[in-house]
């Protein structure tokens, strides 16, 4: 038994799991044991992942999947949602407490390497996992191994530029992809009215609703499809909050995504797929963040 | 010595080159041989094709660089520079016709791996290039593999869309990135007047050419943010005619990466740089596929 421990850093709370790295993985990951506790400031969080740790004991590997901007030395450049993070060494600090080595990585990749592993992307070479949710995480899987490129930066594609004069976006620049196709857009487009309530009333059938559905359907096709020019996926998994509605939203992002890539007829689409891991994939991707990494 | 035949295949001309792959890497790639013929219609490309192989002689390895939409197994599905090519097999059939192995490929990706290994791009780990010609092509080079996607089809970056509302792109969709950032676009922004002649009075210091070649530049940043965001690589290298003028471009489109770059003080940027193998690069390149390909 190969026993690989992982922590996601969310907004609120800091999950961690042991994972069997060995478990048949047609019955999932094997979850062998799970811990929490809250997000503390980020001057807290390499303490608060230490007690983690401790709590996880002796295992193979240790993974951490953070909010924002993390180098591949494991420094958090910025995480929006994390108060006082500028530049906090999660991992130096970390492997220096714990004397063991420790993988920081981006929550984004983490999530891309679960669904990837046991979730809607087995089987895929070249997925990309997208997720909606107040703004709007990446990860690539290709060949196995999570895509970091040369900073640790790569797979930011919230922030591509799909409308360069269109509103401002909380990164300071204008149009970004997270601006229209996050589960903020959503209720952007809809003027104001909650998400939820914009996708109860579409499946009830109130043309409004479907009207503003529709739009953001196009909005979330068009990055889709610029990400399949850029990579030419098989698998594009899409995750969070919006993935619930995935029903109603998946065949409306489907018929524009056909109308937004190009040459549509001469090739293999890549498969659209709701995410299939819940809350708790970003915890057991950063447990495999040590194992498919390059 | 290792020979290495490669065959650009052209919009007007198919230029076939053979190198010596053991030459020393920094005087270049040792072009032994250098023979061309008009590009014929798509009927008769494997004929010229064969006879263009046939006067490269006896070599270790063959690879043709041909433009538009090669699938993984060298089918020419679409080619909009060259008359009839729609699902033309050049790979399978001219293999046959030599009985030997050719590798077929994409021409951006040809001439991403041509400046990777003897030009602007030596020594990039995780490097793109960008062609700003008539159109706009691409590849990506990731540490020393030319990456093709699941179909064939990655690195079609002109057509990633940065303005779904914008005019409407020869593919048929709006808002292409080629609209706005190919040699076409920068005529398009200047009303007309032909790029040489914006670029010559921008030389000149004439403000409206100015103004123009600085929107041009903007909408080149964008794409290459764009590309930045998604893969975050260490150089992108830049050709077609437009770099003829890098000397005036480079440094607006450098300005303008900084404005439109996620959290552009948090990271290393890519190293923007000017192609550097001209012409040759695509028959160069061609000739590196087969060795330098997953």
Known sequence: MTRAAGIDVGGTKCLGVVIDLDADLQ?????LKQVREATPHASQLVDV?????GELGDTDSLGIGVPGLITLHGVMRASPNIAGSVDVAVGPELSHRLARRVYVDNDGNAAALAEWRYGAGRGAKNLWMVTLGTGIGGGQVLNGVVQRGVNGFAGEIG???????????TCGRKGCWEVYASGRGLGMLGSGEPGESIIERA????????????AYARWVAIGLSNITNFSDPDVIVIGGGVSQAADIVLPM???WFVETLYSPEQRTHPELRAAQMGEIAGAIGAALLPHFSS
Do not use: F, I
């Open 49 to 53: 992942l230490a007690l983690l740790a």
């Open 253 to 255: 992002v489907q018929r």
């Open 159 to 169: 922030h591509m530029v799909v409308n360069p004069d269109g509103p401002r976006c």
């Open 27 to 31: 019955s999932g990951p094997g979850v």
């Open 203 to 214: 499946r009830h059938g109130e043309a409004d609703a479907v009207t503003v559905l529709e």
